[in-house]
């Protein structure tokens, strides 16, 4: 039910976090694929912190999850080119030389997975690609568990809802209409709970450092 409420977001950031093993990865990738089948000439972008994060977790599982006749994917560019001119390009950010690799282009649908990793330049800087001269809802969606350098404004966003509203200049006032936080947790995700591994996997949680269990386990962006 929460990767439903997140497919079916129309904000213009959609934050899907809170503990680990709430299904986030993989939502990415159902919301993106089904986004390339359904508008023709959509731009996507997929970003994480590391290339070996994104091909283990996004890549490799993306192109054995979209029918393999409809697209063909370019190892040199990472990007797949759906039948329908639509594309999804995967990306891995290294601070200041991807602001030089992504400075002018245009994206209709940017996925920041595990955005906690990501300082809020890189996330603003990302957030200035949502661009373009077509009728495809522009939209940003977020990733994340609470921890690492972009905890503070992912929480201020997300958790705390402390926007910019009185700056003197208009145009950098942030509207509150234009965030949805989608919390969830382990107990969310059933599929992962029911499998071989599930109880194990939630003993590890259990067991870390209290700080990093009330975070990792429960989703205490306080901790």
């Not at 006749?69 to 329908?84: A, C, K, P, Q, R």
């Not at 910019?164 to 509207?175: G, L, V």
């Not at 209409?177 to 499998?195: G, K």
Request: one cysteine or more; aromatic letters at 12%.
């Amino acid at each position: 039910p929460k990767q439903k409420l997140f497919l079916q977001s129309r904000t213009l950031y959609t934050c899907y976090g809170g503990a680990k093993g709430g299904g986030k990865t993989h939502i990415v990738r159902i919301k993106a694929g089904g986004g390339a089948l359904t508008w023709p000439g959509i731009k996507i972008l997929i970003m994480r912190k590391t290339y070996i994060d994104l091909e283990r977790n996004h890549i490799r599982p993306m192109l054995a999850l979209m029918p393999r006749e409809t697209y063909s994917y370019n190892g040199t560019s990472h990007i797949m080119s759906f039948d329908n001119g639509a594309t999804i390009e995967f990306g891995h950010w290294q601070g200041e030389a991807s602001e030089q690799e992504y400075n002018g282009i245009e994206y209709d649908w940017i996925f920041l997975d595990e955005a906690t990793q990501f300082s809020e330049r890189s996330f603003q800087f990302l957030g200035g690609c949502l661009r373009g001269a077509n009728n495809i809802p522009k939209r940003m969606y977020i990733t994340c568990n609470p921890g690492g350098v972009g905890h503070r404004w992912v929480k201020r966003l997300f958790i705390d809802k402390e926007y910019k509203t009185d700056s003197a200049n208009p145009e950098e006032n942030e509207n509150p209409a234009d965030y949805t936080f989608i919390f969830a947790t382990v107990e969310d995700n059933t599929h992962l709970l029911n499998s071989s591994g599930g109880a194990n996997y939630v003993r590890m949680l259990a067991n870390m450092p209290e700080d990093l269990r009330k975070a990792y386990r429960y989703g205490d962006w306080n901790a």
